[in-house]
């Protein structure tokens, strides 16, 4: 037997108690005539105390020989502790040891594995696996097991079926490249890997499996975001015989649930709030509604006077900054500086500060009067001790930018709290988007996506006009899920893959299996997909995902401790009848 107990659970109860541990050696403390070592396990630490008068002399020298991180077994006493620690619950005692072995030396650790270390982001990853021992990484790995596990429990309560679907099939067009695995036994073809088990969900419900869900790997093959991983876990789910309004209930009964077990917060009806509406006050389909900020649209009360960048302008924007009147000119330059840099690419700011005494002061007082300044704080909501900062141009671009300044405004004045959670369905995304690369409409969603029914005539005319039943699950200005209802017969899944710009043979090549299978009686379905990694990290009161995830990978999509990806032999690439044409 390795361990009687482990280390995070002796406590006074159990003093007098001859007991043996195991684990790792976190710190030593060695005053000559006693030592004290810190030994660590998953469960946590416990003091053990080598002791010249207690125990033998040889056994303080071993004590003293020990190394950080050296893998040891322990036999003793529990005692009471002189000083004790009330941050642990093992503090009230320690361990008179009266046996050591090691178990296993260990070199030593190119960081400290405590839980504030002095190893940077590049250097923990590369040892992830000493990383993993550090409580921070832990505890995000117990927490990910526990929300997986309440994801389970759920799911499985209301009768969904986890069912397992394959990593080598064919191409899932979900916006990304594809990760692709060549075929040995089927020279010169290839498998991709799924960006999501979107079409054999499909099938599962054809098949009659009604409520299916899968916590699954995809793959994407994108340029690595910050914050984005190339493989990625996904909570996929469907249903069969749903309207919409079934699949919002079912999943923020999941999403409710998740809150209530696992943060203890009860969360009313989540709100819902169409595409549309969410880009016309936040432009943004992902809004955070911790905070206000409202876009004001200013149009109509700022055009039409003398200031030509207004009047050329296709949108013109607001959003007051609430006590944004404190700022000093300088900070407000800074903030034009901030705009105006590539990432965001706004051509200025033009603001307006709300005095105290209900008087306006602009940079544009040229052009605008205390009457036509009152307007545009009556359009933002601003308040006297409020700055409006107006953004204008293209109405995407200017929506995105003034988005951007939003978030950052709000994460400056602390206004997006981790504890406080907004969950927001948004509802009505378009079908279709324009893409100016290619000179077409893409899916928004997927290709699998059906329109609103009564807007399938408006394919004809206007085809980015029309909506889908498409639906976002947003929580604190982050997308943790999507989804929607799903065309279910050939013709219109035909006429789609038509106004993406596949040819008829196209579309049956890549998924005749789809269309067949929708001429044997497929039933109307429709779901969603959670992404589980920022779901967990947002349920864990952090933005990165990466401590989430055991082993994840850097930025370059590498993974750094088993060096991957890496070439492969000659012999390797024959078998697969590959060769190489590097670019450099
Ligand atoms: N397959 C979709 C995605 O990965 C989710 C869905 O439509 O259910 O975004």
């Known amino acids: 037997m390795y361990r009687s107990h482990n280390c995070g659970e002796l406590t006074s109860t159990d003093i ?35 002791d010249e008068e207690r125990t033998s002399k040889t056994l303080i020298e071993q004590a003293q020989n020990l190394g950080r991180e050296f893998v040891v077994q322990v036999k003793g006493t529990v005692i009471e502790r002189a000083s004790k620690n009330p941050n642990i619950p093992t503090g ?44 921070p990484v832990k505890n995000s790995l117990i927490f990910r097991h526990k929300v997986t596990q309440e994801v389970r429990n759920y799911l499985s309560k209301e009768g969904f079926i986890e069912v397992e679907t394959p990593y080598l099939i064919k191409s899932t067009p979900e916006g990304a490249r594809d990760f ?26 054809v098949g009659g499996m009604d409520k299916y869900f899968q916590i699954v790997k995809c793959f994407r093959d994108e340029d690595l975001r910050a914050d984005r991983q190339p493989e990625f876990t996904q909570i996929d789910c469907e249903m069969a015989f749903i309207e919409q ?15 209530k077990e696992i ?7 989540f709100p819902r709030m169409l595409y549309d509406d969410a880009m016309r006050l936040y432009g943004n389909d992902k809004p955070d509604i911790r905070f206000g900020m409202e876009f004001g649209e200013l149009n109509a009360v700022a055009q039409h006077k003398d200031f030509k960048v207004f009047n050329s302008a296709e949108l013109v924007v607001g959003i007051a900054v609430p006590g944004g009147n404190s700022y000093t000119r300088k900070e407000i330059d800074k903030l034009i500086d901030w705009v105006k840099r590539p990432q965001i690419g706004a051509l200025g700011m033009v603001y307006c500060r709300c005095n105290d005494d ?3 002061k602009s940079s544009v007082d040229k052009f605008y009067d205390q009457d036509d300044l009152a307007k545009w704080a009556e359009a933002t909501g601003a308040k006297p001790g409020d700055l409006i900062c107006v953004l204008s141009g293209d109405k995407n671009k200017v929506r995105t930018q003034l988005s951007a300044l939003r978030m950052e405004l709000a ?44 807007q399938i005539e408006l394919l004809k005319t206007d085809p980015g006009a029309v909506k889908a039943n498409a639906y976002d699950l947003v929580l604190n200005g982050n997308e943790i899920g999507g989804g929607s209802i799903r065309i279910h017969d050939k013709e219109t899944q035909a006429l789609m893959f038509d106004y993406l710009g596949f040819t008829p043979e196209e579309a049956k090549a890549q998924f ?3 269309m067949d299978a929708f001429q044997y009686g497929a039933p109307p379905h429709g779901g969603l997909a959670f992404g589980l990694d920022r779901l967990v990290a947002i349920l864990g009161g952090q933005e990165t995902i990466r401590d989430f995830i055991a082993f994840p990978k850097n930025n370059a999509g590498r993974d750094v401790m088993i060096d991957a990806p890496a070439p492969i032999d000659d012999e390797q690439l024959n078998e697969l009848s590959l060769k190489l044409n590097l670019k450099q």
């Open 92 to 135: 009230d005692i320690e361990l008179l040891v009266s046996e050591l072995n090691i178990l296993n030396e260990a070199k030593l650790p190119p960081f400290t594995i405590e839980d504030k270390t002095d190893g940077g982001e590049d250097i923990r990853m590369k040892y992830r696996y000493l990383d993993i021992r550090r409580n």
């Open 411 to 454: 994460e400056r004045l602390g206004l997006r709290k981790p504890d406080e959670f907004a969950p927001l369905w948004v509802m009505d995304f378009p079908l279709l988007e324009w893409d100016d690369e290619t000179n077409r409409y893409h899916a928004m969603h997927h290709p699998f996506t059906a329109p609103k029914p009564e």
């Open 16 to 50: 007098n108690k001859e007991v043996t541990l195991a684990g790792w050696v976190q710190k030593i403390r060695d005053k000559g005539f006693i030592v004290w070592v810190d030994l660590r396990d998953r469960y946590g630490i416990t003091q053990l105390v080598f």
């Open 512 to 514: 005749g299996f789809l």
């Open 245 to 259: 309004e079934d699949i919002l209930n079912a999943f923020e009964g999941l999403t409710r649930h998740l809150l």
């Open 180 to 205: 692709v695995v060549p075929s040995r036994m089927n020279e010169g073809q290839f498998y991709a890997l799924p960006q999501s088990p979107q079409t054999f969900k499909q099938l599962l419900m």
């Open 263 to 269: 943060n203890g917060i009860e969360v009313e009806k």
């Open 358 to 360: 209900g008087s306006f």
